[in-house]
């Protein structure tokens, strides 16, 4: 094995176990954090891998989100989630793109939109949309 592939194992190796880490020891971790093993495995040619790891992350927001913000209200995790949906669809268009995968970027980017406007227009206060008028 070359020695920058040796690099690049030793690195995921340790991402994955982050990610572990995280996922055993609920708390109140950045999304950077979150988006590291799936943003590593993408730029080492495992795109499938990435792909995967960004399907777990979606799978898991409403719970992390429960995790992170135990006191919050509902409408306030709704909230919230709807931004790391935004931001886990935004680095999945990311990575489509490096692997010239057009129309999958194209409908991540949208899925990314779509939350991040729901994230916008909700209230903090109500968790009702706000008006547009």
């Known amino acids: 094995m070359a020695k920058g592939n040796s690099h690049i194992a030793t690195n995921l190796a340790r991402l994955r176990a982050d990610a572990e880490w995280l996922r055993e020891h609920p708390g109140i971790y950045p999304m950077e954090r979150w988006l590291r093993l799936p943003l590593a495995l993408s ?30 209200s509902p409408a306030i995790r709704q909230k919230f989630a709807h931004l790391n949906y935004f931001q886990i669809y935004d680095q999945m268009s990311s990575a489509c793109k490096r692997q010239k995968l057009v129309n999958q970027a194209q409908q991540y980017a949208a899925l990314a939109e779509q939350h991040y406007q729901v994230f916008m227009d909700m209230s903090v206060e109500s968790g009702h949309y706000k008006s547009r008028h």
């Open 43 to 72: 730029k080492a040619g495992q795109f499938d891998e990435a792909i995967n790891e960004f399907h777990r992350l979606l799978d898991e927001v409403e719970e992390r989100v429960k995790n992170e913000a135990p006191r919050q």
